[in-house]
Every structure is written in structure tokens, then in C-alpha cells.
């Protein structure tokens, strides 16, 4: 067979169906290296199998006659172009011939060219033995000067790692709930070898956005539109052939759909705005099954975890691409702030309008020019404004319904509180007036747990006394005054925290170092939104600990508050380590049933501030560093 072995494709006769559609007779002319050619022809009534001499060369050639269909130009033209994109190798030649012109069909997915065909390509490539996906990206999609803006990133080329069994780690349950290590990590390695090579570009440009975001293109000559195909040994598979979005892009950016310049939010690519090709192999990826019809594949627990792996290259590219969007908005910021404006000068003393020199008034003309160019831009900036708002709303309008209805129960339950916090003391002392507490505390009567009333009693009083506790914190932290500005005194704010969270878990200890009456204007609510939020994951992340320590340190500079925040438990999961910064965006969570949002808050409050997070760390425990700002 040699080398050079073409993988067989089909495995179900259904190639001899499709045949047999198209035309009411059909001859096979084919010839092996070495041997006589063959001829076969059929009627689909009659056959006959005869030797072909005329045939020099190997290879195979299929005549099709007397057509069922009427092949009209558009639908000849159709063809050619699906035949672009269902087959991506070069051992065959395909031709159409229509009316007596012949066409070869060339690969759509050709020689790729960054700003002709798109503006970044992202290859990504999965190892199975060692569970490694690696990302390269290769992008031409900005202007020379954003390297001034993002002097820490390379905006041209970047090289991702990932650790897949980490990355997925909150996947297991496709095995069991109880899946261990090993059986986790020899599933990733049955799904095989595999390699992806995506094309991104926007669909369409505005000429503000080009001039805001430094883009270097505004239309791509031959843009990439065909979506994401699926290659198994050189051919497409059906239903995988670009119409479909079988990678979910849509439904991803309508879940996370914030902008790239979103100073939180978490960008996603639109299913619009990404092109490529997946390629599989039929034995290395064989947990990848072909639906009974041919149409499709089988959506089994090993495709699921392999568009899993494909997304999670998607996202190392979405991440960064949003980190450069990010620097290059906050530049522009910056150099408004800075740039002088001749235009107030002049409202604030009109006579120096006639004394302006002949650079200060083309300064003066270039500034009134750029105030007509922000007035028609005006509506798309609220625009802008009101998505960005729109996506923090539906996000957290989401918990804020859960607080509710929990506070409305919370109300409705604080009329009892006294039953609530005194019942088990009542049924005691009545126990003892019957003279039936001696008979109910016997140690015979206490050898099995679920008779054993006085230690039942003891934990019922224990989770009373949570009841009355979640009560109290959802009605306190829901009144209005909360939420007003106020100078606040730091000291016993967080001292407040300190002992609501100790209260509640006795295996915490949460050390305090805030300068002794240190005043801050700002609300209440800000910062226990961020430390309940922080406190929460901390000890989530640590429920097995038998002492978790808290230290929070905070002081006053100029107008910022500066506050350092540290656990010390096990530290970030292992995916987030060599990347903490990501875990402030959304939906980024490492446990199964996480919802994602907590450190999304706490970095989108602490902005909206106008601070910012500087530092998380997560080798030894847990550490962030960040500033509160003085906005309300």
C-alpha cells in the first residue's frame, strides 16, 4: 500500500446510492499501480465487469449518464463551489465540465493570506498523550503604533499551552460523578490527535471604529465567510460543512455577547466572524461515530469533549484579542484626558480668539472639525453605553432575583425568630417537667443516631441559629440606607464583616490591618458586595480545611483606598496559575456547578469605582491586590 495509502472513507455502500441518484447509468473506470485496468458499468438493473486497456495510468474516473436532475449554470456553479469545501487534499483532481467548458475546482481553503483572507489565524493542535493543546495565533489586524499601547503583549504572533485535563476538569461528570484522575485523563487521550486552523475578520468595519480601535484593515479583498468545516481524512463530513454552526458560536455570544472594548465583560466571537477547517482522522479519532444516515455525528460523550477542547483554543484567542482591544481603549482615554483644548481657552476669554497665532487656529479648526465628528458619533457612543449596561443588567439582575425572593422569605420568616431561636430550649425544659429527659438522655436509648434525641436536638439548635443568621444578613444588607454615600469608618466597617463571617463559620479567622479611624467616602454596599464576594470564594474553595485564615489589609493614598486581600489555602485551581487575571472574567469558574459571576462582581464593582484590580496571585493561597476609587 505504501506511505502514500489513501484512507478509506466510506463504510456503509452508501457512495453507490448517491451514484445511483444522480444518474440512471454510471460506468467506473479504475486502474491499480501495477495491474490491468477495469472497467464497470451499470444500469442498477444489469452489470458487467470487464478488463479496460485503454487506461495508462493508476487512479479512478467516474462517468455519469442520462441525469436525473436539470443542471442549469447556478446550479453547476452551486457545485463547484460545495466541491471547494468538501475536499482539502491534493491527490485528486477535480474538474466540472458544463457546455463543453471545463473548470478545474481549486481548494476554497487555499494558500492563506493575513489581510486578504483574514485578519488572524488561530492554529490549534491537541496532543492526546499528554493532554496539551497548543494555541498559535498569527494576526495582522492592527496598525504598527498599538505595539506602543500594549508594549507587554506581542500583537503580531502568540503561543498558548494548555492543559487540557486541568482546563476541563469540571467536565468529569461526562464520566461519573466519582471519576478519578486516571480514568479522566485516559478518556482525554481516547479522543486522539487532531488539528484546527481557524480565520477571524470582522464582517464589516465603520470607519469610527477603524480610526478608535487603529485597524488596519477596512475590507478584506477576499474575505473568508464559509464558517468552520469538518475535515475527516480530506473529505467534509456532512452537516459539518459551514452552514451549521456546530462549534456554538452563536449561542455563546448571546450568552457573553459585551464587546471587545468591555473594560469586564467577556468578548466572544460571532458565528459570522470566524472561518476555518477541523480535521480529524478516521482511526486516530474513531470515538468520533458516524450517525446510522451518514449525516452527522454522533453527539456522544467523546464529541462533546472534543468541541469542548476546540472552544477552549477559541477562547485563548478571544481572551487575547480582548486584551489588546482593552489597552488600545484605555490609550485613547488617556490621550484625550491629556490633550489641551484651545476651544475652552477661547469660551473661557472670547477675545483670544483674534490673538490666536497661526498653529494655535489650525488647532482650533482641527478641534471644532473633531467636535462635528463627535456629535454625529454621539448616538452610537450612548448606544454603545446602553449594551454595555444591558449585558452587567441581565447578569445581575439574574442574582438579584434570587436575592429577592430569598429576602422576601427572610421577612416572612422574622416574625418566627424567636420560635425559631428558642423552640429547641422550650422542648428541652418540657421534656424535663415530664420527667422524660433522664429516660431520653440513657446512653441504651443514644447507641443509635437517628434515636439519639438530645444530639438531634443539639444540631437542630445549630442549624436554627444559621437560619436566624442568613436571615439577619438578608435583611440587614437589603435596606436602602446601604446604599447611600456617607463617610464611612473603615475600621468598624470591616469589623462588621469580620464578625458576621466568623459568626457564621467558626473555622475562619479573619485578620484585620486598617489604620485605626480611617475614613473613606463612598456606600456600604460597595464593599460588602467585594468582600462577601471574595470571603465566599475563599471558603469555598477551601471547605476541607479545619482553619482557613483571612487577612485584609487596607490604607489611604491621595483619593484611592488601597487594599490587599489573602487566603491561605490551596491557591487558584491549576488552569488559572500562570493566568490569574482570569478569573475576573465572566463565567470563568473551575467547578462544576459554579455559575462564574462572583469575581466578575467584584472586579466590575471595583472599576465602576474607578479603581482597578493590580495583582492576583494564587501559587501560595489566594491574593489580589486593587484600589477603590472614589465614585459612587
Not at 422524660?436 to 438531634?456: F, G, S
Request: net charge neutral.
Amino acid at each position: 500500500m505504501g506511505e502514500n495509502a489513501r484512507v478509506l472513507a466510506g463504510s456503509k455502500g452508501v457512495g453507490r446510492f448517491a451514484i445511483a441518484r444522480l444518474g440512471a447509468m454510471a460506468s467506473v473506470y479504475t486502474r491499480m499501480d501495477g495491474q490491468e485496468g477495469v472497467l464497470w458499468k451499470t444500469d442498477w438493473n444489469t452489470n458487467s465487469l470487464e478488463p479496460y486497456l485503454e487506461q495508462k495510468k493508476k487512479g479512478t474516473k467516474i462517468v455519469i449518464e442520462q441525469l436525473r436532475d436539470n443542471w442549469t449554470e447556478s446550479r453547476v456553479r452551486n457545485l463547484r463551489d460545495f466541491l471547494s469545501r468538501t475536499y482539502i487534499d491534493d491527490k485528486m483532481k477535480i474538474q466540472v465540465l458544463y457546455k463543453e467548458e471545463k473548470k478545474e475546482v481549486t481548494r476554497y481553503f487555499g494558500k492563506i493570506k493575513l489581510g486578504i483572507h483574514c485578519v488572524s489565524i488561530i492554529r490549534l493542535n491537541y496532543m492526546a498523550e499528554s493532554q496539551q493543546l497548543i494555541c498559535d495565533i498569527a494576526s495582522d489586524e492592527f496598525k504598527e503604533e498599538v505595539k506602543e499601547f500594549c508594549p507587554e503583549i506581542n500583537v503580531r504572533t502568540q503561543r498558548i499551552e494548555i492543559n487540557i485535563a486541568e482546563e476541563l476538569e469540571n467536565r468529569k461528570e461526562v464520566l461519573s460523578e466519582e471519576a478519578t484522575e486516571e480514568a479522566w485523563r485516559d478518556f482525554l487521550k481516547s479522543i486522539g490527535n487532531f488539528s484546527a486552523e481557524l480565520y477571524f475578520s470582522l464582517k464589516s468595519v465603520s470607519t469610527s471604529d477603524f480610526e478608535k480601535f487603529h485597524y488596519k484593515y477596512k475590507i478584506l479583498e477576499e474575505r473568508y465567510d464559509s464558517g468552520v468545516v469538518l475535515y475527516r481524512n480530506a473529505f467534509s463530513i456532512s452537516s459539518y460543512e459551514g452552514k451549521k454552526d456546530w462549534l456554538g458560536f452563536g449561542k455563546r455570544s448571546r450568552k457573553s455577547p459585551a464587546a471587545a472594548s468591555h473594560p469586564t465583560g467577556a468578548w466572544r466571537v460571532r458565528e459570522n466572524q470566524i472561518s476555518g477547517k477541523v480535521i480529524i482522522d478516521k482511526k486516530e479519532n474513531n470515538g468520533l461515530c458516524d450517525l446510522m444516515n451518514r449525516q452527522g455525528l454522533v453527539e456522544n460523550d467523546t464529541y462533546k469533549l472534543f468541541i469542548e477542547i476546540i472552544i477552549a483554543g477559541i477562547n485563548c484567542f478571544e481572551r487575547y484579542r480582548q486584551s489588546i482591544i482593552r489597552r488600545v481603549m484605555k490609550n485613547s482615554q488617556t490621550q484625550e484626558e491629556k490633550s489641551s483644548n484651545i476651544i475652552d481657552i477661547v469660551i473661557k476669554n472670547p477675545d483670544k480668539l483674534s490673538g490666536l497665532s497661526s498653529e494655535e487656529t489650525k488647532l482650533f479648526l482641527s478641534e471644532l472639525e473633531q467636535m462635528k465628528k463627535e456629535n454625529k458619533e454621539s448616538r452610537k457612543q450612548i448606544d454603545e453605553t446602553e449594551k454595555r449596561y444591558k449585558y452587567d443588567i441581565r447578569l445581575l439582575n439574574m442574582l438579584a432575583t434570587s436575592g429577592l425572593k430569598a429576602t422576601s422569605i427572610a421577612h416572612e420568616m422574622h416574625n418566627d425568630r424567636n420560635s425559631i431561636d428558642k423552640n429547641v430550649d422550650y422542648i428541652i425544659k418540657a421534656l424535663k417537667r415530664y420527667a422524660l429527659w433522664d429516660i431520653v438522655n440513657d446512653d441504651e436509648n443514644r447507641q443509635y443516631m437517628h434515636r439519639d434525641i438530645p444530639a438531634l436536638l443539639k444540631k437542630n439548635q445549630r442549624i436554627n441559629r444559621k437560619i436566624i443568621s442568613f436571615m439577619d444578613v438578608m435583611l440587614s444588607e437589603s435596606e436602602k440606607e446601604q446604599f447611600f454615600p456617607e463617610v464611612i469608618n473603615m475600621d468598624a466597617l470591616f469589623e462588621n464583616i469580620k464578625l458576621v463571617w466568623e459568626k457564621d463559620y467558626s473555622w475562619i479567622d479573619i485578620q484585620l490591618q486598617v489604620e485605626e479611624g480611617l475614613e473613606y467616602k463612598s456606600a456600604k454596599d460597595i464593599f460588602r458586595v467585594i468582600f462577601d464576594n471574595l470571603i465566599l470564594n475563599s471558603i469555598q474553595q477551601n471547605d476541607i480545611e479545619n482553619v482557613l485564615t483571612i487577612r485584609i489589609l487596607a490604607e489611604k493614598r491621595g483619593k484611592y483606598l488601597y487594599i490587599t486581600y489573602f487566603d491561605n489555602g490551596k491557591g487558584l485551581p491549576p488552569k488559572y496559575k500562570f493566568d490569574p487575571m482570569r478569573i475576573l472574567e465572566v463565567h470563568e469558574t473551575s467547578r462544576a456547578n459554579g455559575h462564574g459571576i462572583g469575581m466578575w462582581i467584584v472586579n466590575n464593582t471595583i472599576i465602576n469605582t474607578g479603581g482597578e484590580v493590580q495583582k492576583v496571585e494564587g501559587f501560595d493561597g489566594f491574593k489580589i491586590e486593587f484600589i477603590i476609587g472614589d465614585k459612587i
